[in-house]
Structure formats: structure tokens, C-alpha cells
């Protein structure tokens, strides 16, 4: 199975991928998270990213899409993924159905996780990832049991520079610039469903569960 989640920031996109990817055993495909890791680590590649991901712009499409393809080609990835922010342009849309056209293993399922621009920028004043796993936590609806300390890995949880509201506000106008238009692209595909983001992490779930296997009965 080959699945892609977008949606705006503070959707929960991010805490669902986990979920669905673990319930799938899916390889999971994180590009905000690579991106973070290579920061952390101080990468040639981190360094570029930083740039963009600080001001809440996107990364160039060539730059993702390079990083993405490789990815795609790690031995987890040939039994099926879950991508989490990628494509979340056109060109970068194009470029993921092209490879994957010519590797004969097309996408199963587009899902776009939605939440009222108010929704978001409020989880993502209170959101806390970990900085080992980047598992998010809110200091308000989901409070680690030990503070400042992921409840799965015992990583140390942070804020995010780019969660600060002014930044929150600038990736969510460009979300809906550049990302939005994604939908009907996979919806004229028949690959498209959204699903309704607010409610427990459960409900979320089954909700996501439920439009995949619509898809799949739908192909
Ligand atoms: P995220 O963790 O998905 O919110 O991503 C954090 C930041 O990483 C974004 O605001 C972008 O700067 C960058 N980024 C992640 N995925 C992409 C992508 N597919 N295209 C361009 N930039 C991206």
C-alpha cells in the first residue's frame, strides 16, 4: 500500500502517519522530519533546508524531490509507505507519479486531513515534538506524562521555531497556496478522499482507516 497524507499544518498529519503506518506496518516517510534531522545533525542538506523551513517556506521542488526519490528506493519503502508532507506541490506531484508510474507501483490513496485555520494555529502554539522520534505532544490536549519527556522514547520534547503563531501563519497561506491545489489533482485521479480532522486521535483514525479501504473497494 502507497499512501499519501497532506493537510494543514496542525492537522495532525504527523501523529496520524505514526499511527497508520504502525496499525500497516508501513515504511514511514517523513519529509519535515528528515529535513529536521539533517538540521540537527548539521548536513550540507540541513543547512539548505534551514533557510526555507525557518521563514516557513518551502524547500525547492528539486531539492525534495531528490531526497524523496532516494528514499523511495531504501529497501523498507518496496513493501508498501506512508508519506507525510511530500508532494505538497504540483511539480513535486508530478514527479512522485512519474517514478512511481515507471516502478510500476502506484499510489493507493491520497488523504487530506482538515481542520479550520483556527484549529491549527492554536494545537501548534501549544504543540511539543521530541526531538529523538519527532512525536508531538500538546501542552494543553495531549500532555506528555513526564514534562518535557516523549512518553514512547524518553526523548527531550521542544518547541518548534517554525510553530511560533506568526510562522504558523505563513505556512498555513502557503499551504494553501501551493498545497491546496493538490486535491483535485489526486481527485481526478480517483485516488482522493478527506478526511475530518478534529475529534480523538482514535476517531481520526478510523476515520483514515475507513476512507482507505473506500478507495481500495472504489479501484
Ligand atoms: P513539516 O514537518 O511537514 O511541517 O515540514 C516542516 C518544513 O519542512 C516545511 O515548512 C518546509 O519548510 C519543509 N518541507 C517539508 N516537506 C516539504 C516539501 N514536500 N516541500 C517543500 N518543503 C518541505
Redesign the pocket.
Given at each position: 500500500m502507497r499512501i499519501v497524507l497532506f493537510g494543514p499544518?496542525g492537522a495532525g498529519k504527523?501523529t496520524q502517519a505514526h499511527r497508520l503506518a504502525d496499525r500497516m506496518d508501513l515504511a514511514l516517510i517523513?519529509?519535515?522530519?528528515i529535513?529536521r534531522a539533517n538540521v540537527a545533525n548539521d548536513t550540507d542538506l540541513g543547512r539548505e533546508?534551514n533557510s526555507?523551513?525557518d521563514k516557513?517556506?518551502?524547500?525547492p521542488d528539486d531539492v525534495?524531490v531528490r531526497m524523496v526519490l532516494d528514499r523511495l528506493d531504501e529497501e523498507d519503502a518496496h513493501h508498501g509507505f506512508i508519506l507525510?508532507?511530500?508532494?505538497?506541490?504540483l511539480p513535486?506531484a508530478q514527479a512522485l507519479e512519474n517514478e512511481l508510474a515507471e516502478r510500476n507501483r502506484p499510489l493507493s490513496a491520497v488523504l487530506k486531513f482538515s481542520v479550520p485555520d483556527e484549529v491549527a494555529v492554536k494545537r501548534l502554539a501549544g504543540r511539543r515534538t521530541c526531538r529523538r522520534c519527532q512525536r508531538s505532544y500538546n501542552v494543553e490536549f495531549k500532555p506528555p506524562r513526564t514534562d518535557r519527556v516523549c512518553d514512547v522514547c524518553g526523548g527531550e520534547l521542544y518547541q518548534r521555531d517554525?510553530d511560533h503563531e506568526d510562522t504558523v501563519r505563513h505556512?498555513l497561506e502557503v499551504y494553501h497556496h501551493d498545497t491546496e491545489p493538490l486535491e483535485f489533482y489526486f481527485w481526478e485521479r480517483g485516488l482522493f478522499r478527506q478526511v475530518e480532522a478534529e475529534g480523538t486521535e482514535d476517531e481520526v483514525t478510523d476515520r483514515a482507516l475507513e476512507a482507505i479501504s473506500d478507495l481500495l473497494e472504489d479501484g
Open positions: 499544518p504527523g517523513a519529509t519535515g522530519d529535513f533546508a526555507y523551513m516557513g517556506e518551502l524547500v525534495v507525510d508532507g511530500f508532494p505538497r506541490t513535486q517554525d505556512r
